[in-house]
T-cell receptor, first 116, second 112 residues
C-alpha cells in the first residue's frame, strides 16, 4: 500500500478482554514502532522492531502487553486482560533504515481503543 | 538512552506573528531531528527535518535550527496562519538508526 495501515480504526472492548491491533508497514521498511497516545498527551514509546534484531521492548508498560512482527512485515500488538487505563490511540510507524541515512517515521492513522 | 524535552507545552499567537518551539536532547550521538505536525484526530506528519551535519534548514514559512554543541534544536514558523494550529512534536533519532525519541508536544493555537 501507499502508507502505513492500521486495523481496526476503532475498538471498543470490555474490561478483562484481550485485544489485537494490527499494523501493515510501508513495503520495504525494516523498522517498525508502536506508540501510545492518550487524549491530549504525547507519544509514549512502546516497542521497536528493526530487521531481524531482537525487538526493543523497553517501553511496554506491563507484561499484559506484547507484540510480534511476522516475516519482517506485519506487526500485531496484543493487550491481555485490558484495563480502563489502556484506553488510548495506538499508533504504528515505520521507517527505512539502511545506507548512511534512513528516513523519517511514517505513521498510520492509529487504532482508538476504548475499554469499558 | 536519549531524552528529548520540548517547550512550551502550549503556545498561543496572533495570526501573522511568529512561533518558536524549542527542544533539547541528551545523547550527543543523535544525528537526525524531525518535526511532526498532528492536527486534531489525525496522524502525525513530518513537516521538516534536519540532520546533524547541517545547522539550519528552511522550507517556506518554517525553519529548523540545530545547535549540536548545546544539544538543542528549534522550530520557527513565520507569518502564522489559523491552519498552523495543531500539536507539534520534535524527535531525535539515536545512533545506529535506532528508534525515535519524541518530545512531549506543543499545542499551537493561532488566533485569527
Amino acid at each position: 500500500g501507499a502508507g502505513v495501515s492500521q486495523s481496526p480504526s476503532n475498538k471498543v472492548t470490555e474490561k478483562g478482554k484481550d485485544v489485537e491491533l494490527r499494523c501493515d508497514p510501508i513495503s520495504g521498511h525494516t523498522a517498525l514502532y508502536w506508540y501510545r497516545q492518550s487524549l491530549g498527551q504525547g507519544l509514549e514509546f512502546l516497542i521497536y522492531f528493526q530487521g531481524n534484531s531482537a525487538p526493543d521492548k523497553s517501553g511496554l508498560p506491563s507484561d499484559r502487553f506484547s507484540a510480534e512482527r511476522t516475516g519482517g512485515s506485519v506487526s500485531t500488538l496484543t493487550i491481555q486482560r485490558t484495563q480502563q487505563e489502556d484506553s488510548a490511540v495506538y499508533l504504528c510507524a515505520s521507517s527505512l533504515v539502511g545506507g548512511s541515512r534512513g528516513t523519517e517515521a511514517f505513521f498510520g492513522q492509529g487504532t482508538r481503543l476504548t475499554v469499558v | 538512552g536519549e531524552n528529548v524535552e520540548q517547550h512550551p507545552s502550549t503556545l498561543s499567537v496572533q495570526e501573522g506573528d511568529s512561533a518558536v518551539i524549542k527542544c533539547t536532547y541528551s545523547d550527543s550521538a543523535s544525528n537526525y531531528f524531525p518535526w511532526y505536525k498532528q492536527e486534531l484526530g489525525k496522524r502525525p506528519q513530518l513537516i521538516i527535518d534536519i540532520r546533524s551535519n547541517v545547522g539550519e534548514k528552511k522550507d517556506q514559512r518554517i525553519a529548523v535550527t540545530l545547535n549540536k554543541t548545546a544539544k538543542h534544536f528549534s522550530l520557527h514558523i513565520t507569518e502564522t496562519q489559523p491552519e498552523d494550529s495543531a500539536v507539534y512534536f520534535c524527535a531525535a533519532r539515536g545512533p545506529n538508526f535506532n528508534k525515535f525519541y519524541f518530545g512531549s508536544g506543543t499545542k499551537l493555537n493561532v488566533k485569527p
